[in-house]
């Protein structure tokens, strides 16, 4: 695992030097930063087990049915189950690339190729309208509810299945004894349950754009299960769109240009399960800063301090000119100590810094004044991530 601390500092990692620009002498280097993920799981949850689930494993009545170009066709090769597993593993790989949790699990998937899902729950009682009669569901009843009703208007197979699984009217489709079992075996205080993954399809063609395009839409459907109280916190389902497009003469330079089939279904797994990835773990991601180089003798060395990340050697260059006669250096520098504080973790003297260079040259100056409002942005930004961030490390 990543240490913790190195995320919650906001410690960046320096890249390359790129960019410049001569009208103020400005560059740009490529640096790493942690971003939050938008859903929140509790700290307590150190060790995952994550076990593939999926009921829509065999060909699907609907699902194996695509367009191209105009002309529905239907497949043989049930590329979506196959994309199921792209997905899953892709997934795996992307959380333990986060290494945001102490241990994670992968469990025996089950095999759902000659079972149906069937939800037998009266749910009659909940929705009265007549309040003396009326029973409020629990999180747990609703949760089964939802998926119950995703999983059977989903999952119309080909052919027909000969088992059945009844869903469990608390958990879903585990029992108790089955998640009791599996945070006995696995020492595992959350499960994540894939339950459904679909894939629909096509290729089209728009003349008067002249622009061909390729879509795939992922359907996913995830349970999560608190294996410490025992309670089904969460089922989740997500829908990601990936597509492709490309300007085409014609049909025949579409089919051309554009990504096969299988290929283009196989990759848009990978990306949706990347980004459901970093959907539920803090993540590292690539982002921009800039900062003002200088042709000053005394600043000449920072490229190379900032190039070998000696953010606080740089940091002294720059502070030994905030006596400057030239207001313009002394604003750049204070702006390239609000950088040099960021490198550092030290967010709130890093605006600090950068307010300060904003009032010594102020709003008439136009270039440098916007330089400042976007880097104060950005700044504001990451000060209410970190607060996220604490939250999701249980700070």
């Not at 699984?165 to 004894?177: E, K, N, R, S, V």
Request: proline fraction near 3%; glycine fraction near 4%; aromatic fraction near 12%.
């Amino acid at each position: 695992m990543k240490n913790r601390a190195v995320f919650l500092s906001g410690v960046l990692t320096l890249f390359v030097l790129a960019s410049c620009n001569t009208l103020y002498n400005t560059k740009t280097i490529d640096i790493e930063i942690v971003e939050p993920s938008t859903m929140t799981i509790a700290p307590k949850f150190r060790n995952i087990a994550v076990q593939y689930n999926n009921v829509n494993c065999s060909p699907n009545k609907y699902l194996n049915q695509y367009e191209e170009f105009g002309t529905q066709k239907t497949e043989n090769e049930n590329s979506d189950s196959i994309a199921s597993h792209i997905f899953f593993d892709h997934f795996i790989t992307e959380l333990n690339k986060q290494a945001f949790f102490d241990t994670l699990i992968i469990i025996n998937e089950r095999n759902y190729s000659t079972t149906r899902v069937v939800d037998t729950i009266d749910y009659e009682p909940y929705f009265r309208e007549d309040s003396t009669t009326h029973i409020s569901m629990t999180p747990e009843q609703i949760n089964v509810f939802n998926s119950g009703y995703f999983l059977q208007a989903n999952t119309t197979s080909v052919r027909p299945k000969s088992d059945s699984l009844i869903m469990h009217p608390q958990f879903g489709l585990y029992t108790p004894g089955q998640l009791q079992d599996i945070h006995e075996n696995t020492g595992a205080d959350l499960l994540l349950s894939l339950d459904y993954f679909g894939a629909s399809d096509g290729r089209y063609y728009h003349r008067q754009l002249e622009l061909g395009s390729k879509q795939v839409i992922n359907w996913t459907q995830w349970s999560f299960y608190d294996l410490i109280d025992m309670k089904y916190l969460l089922a989740y389902s997500k829908l990601d769109t990936v597509k492709w497009m490309e300007h085409s003469p014609g049909i025949k330079n579409a089919d051309d240009v554009l990504p096969p089939r299988t290929d283009a279904i196989y990759n848009a797994a990978e990306i949706s399960a990347e980004n459901f990835a970093i959907s539920i773990v803090p993540h590292w991601v690539q982002v921009q800063r800039m900062y003002y180089s200088s042709g000053h003798v005394e600043l000449q060395q920072a490229d190379e301090l900032i190039q070998n990340a000696q953010w606080l050697d740089v940091a002294e260059l720059w502070r030994k000119q905030l006596y400057n006669e030239n207001k313009k250096i002394i604003a750049k520098c204070m702006y390239n100590l609000g950088l040099a504080c960021e490198m550092e973790g030290d967010l709130e003297t890093a605006m600090g810094w950068v307010v300060k260079s904003y009032h010594t040259l102020g709003p008439k100056n136009e270039l440098h004044a916007e330089n400042c409002m976007q880097y104060i942005r950005l700044l504001s930004t990451r000060q209410a991530d970190m607060k996220l961030l604490e939250l999701q490390f249980g700070r």
